[in-house]
């Protein structure tokens, strides 16, 4: 998807990554090999349920793998970013630069009522 002002077309963020608790488990992904559901768990701050709903919801967009082994007896589960993943959470992160600079942009250039209008201060000091 993209938007367009008339001047310049921009893409909109991928919505499944731009979910906020989505944005987070993917961030963390994209700057480690692997995590563990407990990493991602206290990083994120998401509860358990939660973060479980959304790993599946990115595992089935194949943007994640989700794998899981018994280790001391114990469930561990980690999550590794798939190749599609680690190439949909750079994308995004594009997107919102482009879509900054647009908007840093637009805030730079004055409005014509703005250049017609001299600055003035209000009032001196002594």
Known sequence: MTMNDGQNTVSLPNRLVHE???????TVLSSCASADFVFLQNVTRLSKGNLSVQLTNL?????????????????????????RGASEIEEYWKTMDAIRARMIGRQRRPSKRQQSIPLQPRYQHP
Not at 62 to 69: D, F, T
Not at 70 to 80: A, E, H
């Open 59 to 83: 595992e089935e967009a194949g943007l994640l793998v989700i794998k899981k082994e018994i280790v001391d007896r114990k469930m561990r589960t980690s999550v590794t970013l798939t190749k």
């Open 20 to 26: 906020p608790a989505r944005l987070a488990i993917l």
